[in-house]
């Protein structure tokens, strides 16, 4: 008897990963954050993630509060992350751009992503589109990688499985 024959499909030509930042505020007072790094074709590379207590809330703009928060997350996960992705992106509804315009400098390009989604009875998320807040130019460097994780649907899902991961690590602050 002879084994069946096959060939294994050879894996995307493109090399590196693409982060992915969330950020959560559960009802306690803590807020998380983390870095999840996939590769072209979806898969795992690294999940950073850190919590924090926010100072003394009553002092400060509730914009300001936020900004601040994900200030200090994202200088812990980026320190901790042990590989730096090709890019990063955000939700768009989530960061606002100061955050990398007057906070934060990075040497990779930041985009953030808005979601586009189905109209009808269960609104599905379909896609999205990217707004480059820092190095467009070195964005478009990376299009092969863009057309890879768009083409494999990986443009938005990913921000949901960071926030899973984060679900998992901390189940205590989302049972009431």
């Known amino acids: 008897m002879s084994p069946i024959p096959f060939t294994n499909t050879p894996e995307e030509d493109v090399v590196g990963s693409v982060g992915y930042l969330k950020f959560l505020h559960p009802p306690a007072n803590d807020w998380l954050g983390a870095l999840f790094l996939i590769d072209a074709m979806g898969s795992p590379v690294e999940f950073t993630y850190a919590r924090m207590r926010p100072p003394y809330s009553f002092m400060w703009r509730a914009d300001d509060l936020r ?3 994900q200030m200090v997350l994202c200088s812990a996960v980026f320190g901790t992350c042990p590989s730096a992705p090709l890019v990063i992106l955000c939700e768009a509804e989530e960061v606002a751009p100061t955050l990398f315009l007057e906070h934060i400098s990075v040497d990779i390009p930041v985009g953030l992503v808005s979601a586009t989604k189905s109209a ?4 599905t998320i379909v896609g999205g589109s990217v707004s480059w807040v820092t ?3 070195a964005a478009s460097s990376s299009e092969s990688f863009f057309v890879a994780i768009s083409g494999h649907g990986l443009l938005t899902e ?5 926030e899973a991961g984060l679900r998992e690590v901390y189940p205590d602050l989302f049972t009431s």
């Open 120 to 123: 009808g009875e269960g609104e």
């Open 158 to 162: 990913p921000f949901s499985r960071a």
């Open 67 to 69: 900004v601040h928060c």
């Open 135 to 137: 190095a467009p130019e």
